[in-house]
């Protein structure tokens, strides 16, 4: 029976699709879009930045032909450590086999394992995990003397090619961003993209060194929750970041795996107080790289991910490498629809008017505050009024993304003149962003959204909508709110 949320043919949750060689053709873009892709990531640790900024133009084209804004996030690569070499044949490593890890970029064996990490040896203690092919094979360190590390097997298996390696965070000597992300960054700041992740975040500060002017001016910042470090200090990172990505691969691997869910919870619950969104990230279809259907684990992990509260949830090899990208992304369109139409509203509502919402640390603290209450304001009415949509005029997409914690049944539409802001809500939960010409007089404004909207039949005349505006072009913060039946 569905009675708590929306009808089952509307999908608020937003989709996020890496692009790789399965879908980086134009018709299977197409196919995506028409699918329910809302915004597109491009994952920098494959490929070279000339063709990432090839796909991110090709996107773009495709975006503006079918009228559908399309989001494009570019993933740097972050401290990435790998080991060296075990051939395409590979290398069997079974359980209890005692191996050797030394600061080497040459070839890896069976007994001698080489990481392309010059500081290998400065830290790690005897007792210590690494973890090699995103978890896929894990050793323990039990001894750490000469010049490499001593390491027994816990998990076992088959290594090819340089697979990742993953050293617990608090152990690792690099800094993020890293120059190489710097100098991408440089090439897609240039370009206009409109989101940017980043790997490895321990702090706000790590968030802050990317060096970016505050979105719109900039892209939005989405910070990778994949450390422990992150999650202790997730308040701070909250503050600094547009966006937040439960990055599970890595984030399993740093903490117990009976945590992951409950962390995931905490994380997106603090970026609904925040007024962030929230990407669910890694294996949430991953049985369709091959498959034509998800297995009934990863139907239920897609619907609690929804459940949760997530803003949106990302697609990596099923996508990127997968026998049939388009398929998937329906797959994903119609479990979100169907977990959208079921969710718990009315307790969902009831936690979020619990949560204390920090003022920011950043930026102008008081306008935030202003827009915060106006937009619970603007949600109770919308509530109590039975109104069909709720208007977002909206300078930064802060407005529209503060309603949408509240997860109202109606429709959010975010008006906004600039162009990547429009963008920029192709990962907020429940956001149709639709142009509005430029900011003006308030009553000129809010004529002209109320007019579009009904001209786009997202109303029609009769109906009660509640419009969320600044006073004039020179507002800055979200300070008049108007409940309008349509005319």
Not at 17 to 38: C, F, Y
Not at 258 to 264: G, S, T
């Amino acid at each position: 029976m569905i009675a708590r949320g929306m009808s089952t043919d509307v999908r608020r949750t937003k989709i996020l699709a890496t692009i790789g060689p399965a879908s980086d053709g134009e018709k299977t873009l197409r196919g995506m879009i028409e699918a329910g892709m809302d915004a597109v990531r491009l994952n920098l640790s494959h490929g070279t930045v000339e063709e990432a900024l090839e796909l991110h133009r090709r996107v773009r084209a495709l975006s503006k032909d079918m009228g559908r804004p399309v989001g494009t996030l570019v993933d740097l690569p972050g401290p990435k450590v790998r080991a060296a070499s075990f051939g395409r044949e590979g290398v069997e490593l079974p359980d209890g086999h005692r191996v050797r890890l030394v600061p080497d970029a040459g070839r890896s064996t069976a007994e001698v394992i080489g990481v392309e990490y010059e500081s290998l040896l400065d830290g790690i203690e005897i007792g210590d995990r690494i973890s090699f092919g995103d978890g896929a094979i894990d050793v323990e360190v039990v001894d750490t003397g000469g010049d490499g590390l001593d390491a027994v097997v816990l998990h076992g298996g088959r290594l090819t090619g340089k697979p990742g390696v993953h050293i617990p965070s608090e152990r690792m000597r690099v800094a993020t961003p890293t120059p190489e992300d710097l100098r991408i960054l440089d090439a897609f700041v240039g370009v206009g993209v409109d989101m940017v992740a980043i790997s490895f975040v321990r702090s706000a500060h790590d968030v802050r060194r990317l060096g970016t002017e505050p979105h719109p001016r900039g892209p939005l910042v989405v910070a990778k929750i994949e450390t422990r470090s992150a999650v202790d200090n997730l308040a701070g990172i909250l503050d600094a970041a547009g966006a937040v990505m439960i990055a599970r691969g890595d984030l399993g691997i740093e903490c117990p795996i009976e945590e992951l869910p409950h962390l995931q919870k905490h994380i997106i619950r603090e970026c609904i107080a925040h007024g962030r969104p929230a990407i669910t990230a890694t294996q949430m279809l991953e049985s369709m790289v091959r498959a034509a259907t998800p297995t009934r684990a990863e139907a239920s992990d897609v619907a609690n991910a929804v459940f949760d509260g997530s803003s949106a949830v990302m697609l990596s090899g099923e996508t990127a490498t997968g026998s049939d990208p388009v398929n998937v992304i329906a797959t994903m369109a119609r479990l979100c629809a169907r977990a959208d139409a079921n969710f718990d509203t009315e307790n969902w509502t009831r936690m979020v008017t619990r949560l204390r919402v920090e003022e920011p640390r950043n930026g102008d603290a008081h306008n935030a505050r202003v827009t915060d209450i106006m937009t619970d304001a603007a949600w109770r009415a919308a509530r109590e009024l039975g109104a069909k949509a709720i208007l977002c005029l909206t300078r930064t997409g802060f407005n529209v993304r503060a309603i949408a914690r509240y997860r109202p049944r109606m429709p959010i539409l975010g008006f906004a003149p600039d162009e990547r802001v429009r963008q920029q809500l192709s990962i907020s939960w429940g956001a149709t962003p639709i142009t509005l010409s430029g900011f003006a007089d308030n009553e000129e404004m809010v004529r002209e959204a109320v007019q579009t909207a009904r001209d786009l039949g997202h109303v029609r005349t009769g109906d009660i909508v509640v419009v969320l505006a600044g006073i004039d072009g020179r507002s800055r913060t979200t300070d008049v709110l108007r409940v309008i039946t349509v005319t």
